[in-house]
Nanobody
């Protein structure tokens, strides 16, 4: 299984970005995908998860109302729509997958990880 994250970039506070995670090697019908982020020197933080059944959950409360996760099964791709971005959202964002039914906020148990994509929120 391979995951490829993309879509990061530089955005001003209050702006939006949409990240993509293309999954190969397994159907999303059988794989749950989570988005995680990490700032150098800090602990990895869970963002959102979408289960193999298509159920989405927030892994951290601070994203509620600002971030949304979705998927396109035909493209085997999971998206993370990020709105109202804040300076503290700056991080490297990773997508990861598991054949389990959910994602742990700390990312433990995720079997496959993609390379990260940098999101920088700055004025």
């Amino acid at each position: 299984v391979q995951l490829q994250a993309s879509g990061g970039g530089l955005v001003q506070p209050g702006g939006s970005l949409k990240l993509s995670c293309v999954v190969s090697g397994i159907s999303l019908d059988y794989y749950s995908i989570g988005w995680f982020r990490q700032v150098p020197g800090k602990v990895r933080e869970g963002v959102m998860c979408i289960s193999s059944r298509g159920i989405s959950t927030y892994l951290t409360d601070s994203m509620k109302g600002r971030f949304a996760i979705s998927r396109d099964n035909a493209k085997n791709t999971v998206y993370l729509q990020m709105d109202s971005l804040k300076l503290e959202d700056t991080a490297v964002y990773y997508c990861a997958g598991t054949d389990g039914s959910s994602c742990r906020p700390d990312g433990v148990g995720m079997a496959s990880w993609g390379k990260g994509t940098q999101v920088t929120v700055s004025s």
